[in-house]
Nanobody, 127 residues
Framework: QVQLVESGGGLVQAGGSLRLSCAASGRTFSNYAMGWFRQAPGKEREFVAA????????YYADSVKGRFTIARDNAKNTVFLQMNSLKPEDTAVYYCAAGTPVGSTYYYRSPASYRYWGQGTQVTVSS
């Protein structure tokens, strides 16, 4: 079992930055790939970013590429999502997730590949 707790969400103006953190406890953190997903009201949960267990490979949704950065600190059992140049359309509840996707990048982008999920943290970007 892995427990995930997100923090760092809040209200920010367009163009601003936020840094989300996700602290993990339970099973060995470094065994898992980590992903960030988000869900806006009335929309399906969508992929944002993912990192392999080592952090050597990262993946991003096209909508956030160049603005968001995922990073992990396996010594501290924490994964981060640095979000810059935020836009109103980034407003959503952001979830971190731990899993073991295997194969192509498709699986890192799929919510079904992630077994453990946090409760989410709200990010609101005002225009």
């Amino acid at each position: 079992q892995v427990q995930l707790v997100e923090s760092g969400g809040g209200l920010v103006q367009a163009g601003g930055s936020l840094r989300l953190s996700c602290a993990a406890s339970g099973r060995t953190f470094s065994n898992y790939a980590m992903g960030w997903f988000r869900q806006a009201p009335g929309k399906e949960r969508e992929f944002v970013a993912a990192s392999t267990w080592s952090g050597d490979n990262t993946y991003y949704a096209d909508s956030v590429k160049g603005r968001f950065t995922i990073a992990r600190d396996n010594a501290k059992n924490t994964v981060f999502l640095q979000m810059n140049s935020l836009k109103p359309e980034d407003t959503a509840v952001y979830y971190c997730a731990a899993g073991t996707p295997v194969g192509s990048t498709y699986y890192y982008r799929s919510p079904a590949s992630y077994r453990y999920w946090g409760q989410g943290t709200q990010v609101t970007v005002s225009s």
